[in-house]
Nanobody
Framework: QVQVVESGGGLVQPGGSLRLSCSVS??????VAWYRQAPGKEREWITT???????RYADSVKGRFTISRDNAKNTVYLQMNSLKPEDTAVYYC?????????WGQGTQVNVSS
């Protein structure tokens, strides 16, 4: 019914930038969020864009990451700047559509020299 697909991950050096994309089938009407999970760690919430367009960020990424969306393309973005090795993780897009949660398969981000 609803499919969520992340893309844009890859290898980047510390201090570099990446932009992740999250393509969502249908129209997104509720909150969208990004999470990540590093090896040996619990899944971590990164950021959320709420229905009214307001946003919240985890302290670990505040000032470096930005969530945005393109409604015409049904796509959510995560712009990541000033990347650090500790940002290495699998990044997941989460979509709340009329109260139902949908997850993508994740995209790997590696920050290393």
């Amino acid at each position: 019914q609803v499919q969520v697909v992340e893309s844009g991950g890859g290898l980047v050096q510390p201090g570099g930038s990446l932009r992740l994309s999250c393509s969502v089938s249908g129209r997104t009407v509720n909150a969208v969020a990004w999470y990540r999970q590093a090896p040996g760690k619990e899944r971590e919430w990164i950021t959320t864009m709420y229905t009214d367009g307001s946003t919240r960020y985890a302290d670990s990424v505040k000032g470096r990451f930005t969530i945005s969306r393109d409604n015409a393309k049904n796509t959510v973005y995560l712009q990541m700047n000033s990347l650090k090795p500790e940002d290495t993780a699998v990044y997941y897009c989460n979509v709340n559509k009329l109260g139902t949660l949908y997850w993508g398969q994740g995209t790997q981000v590696n920050v290393s020299s």
